[in-house]
């Protein structure tokens, strides 16, 4: 009974490929995060969801796109991927975007 | 701009050594700070901040807000092998809501 759940644990594919990542969380959170952190361990916010409306939206390359059908579930959809794509992917959510983050164990992809 | 600036980057101590890690932040719309340990996978959860002064504990870890002086203080004190870990610090602000990580602090404790 995983609390925030995300797949693939593992993604290696060559440059250019689409990919997503899903993620789902059971803990009644409103809000849901994706975090990317390179290979200097620096974990910084990409995209932030709070009942399926985006709320924060850093400055991403427009080939990630987020998608949360409902408020337990916030996809990543990347689109044309290069090698600086390589990273951790990690999902998180928070009850009331003031509380403690609850994070996945990660998304690791590997771009060729 | 870095928001959130701690240091030491990375430092390795023997089993029962105390450490002493330190998290510098920006005050404009500052509501909370936290921290986070992370060893191999997924950061999980270990303070929240949000008042000067008041020591929080768990365990042999410990930390504590200045709001003054804008830093926070985690300690870890007789360390074991498991403490050894990425620390992240990260505060939230008014307004955006927005959790900033810092870089985070490698803490390796050997035998």
């Known amino acids: 009974d995983t609390a925030v759940s995300q797949t693939p644990k593992y993604l290696v594919t060559q440059m250019g490929n689409d990919k997503s990542i899903k993620c789902e969380q059971n803990l009644g959170h409103d809000t849901m995060y994706w975090y990317k952190q390179d290979s200097k361990k620096f974990l910084k916010i990409m995209f932030s969801y709070n009942n399926k409306e985006l709320i924060i939206n850093e400055t991403v390359p427009n080939r990630f796109s987020p998608k949360s059908p409902d408020k337990a579930h916030l996809n990543l959809h990347i689109n044309s991927l290069e090698l600086g794509d390589s990273a951790v992917y990690f999902c998180a959510s928070s009850q009331n975007r003031a509380g403690e983050l609850f994070f996945g164990e990660g998304s690791r992809l590997t771009v060729l | 701009e870095d928001k959130v600036v701690q240091s030491p980057l990375s430092l390795v101590v023997h089993e029962g050594d105390t450490v002493t890690l330190n998290c510098s932040y920006e005050?404009?719309?500052?509501?909370?700070l936290l921290w986070y340990k992370q060893e191999k996978k997924a950061p999980t959860f270990l303070f929240m901040l949000?008042?000067?002064?008041i020591e929080k504990k768990s365990g042999r870890l410990s930390s504590i807000l200045d709001k003054k002086e804008l830093f926070s203080i985690l300690n870890i004190t007789a360390t074991q092998t498991g403490d050894s870990a990425i620390y992240l610090c990260a505060s939230l602000y008014y307004g955006n809501n927005r959790l900033a990580f810092g870089k985070g602090n490698q803490v390796v404790v050997i035998p």
């Open positions: 949000t008042s000067s002064g």
């Open positions: 005050v404009t719309n500052f509501r909370s």
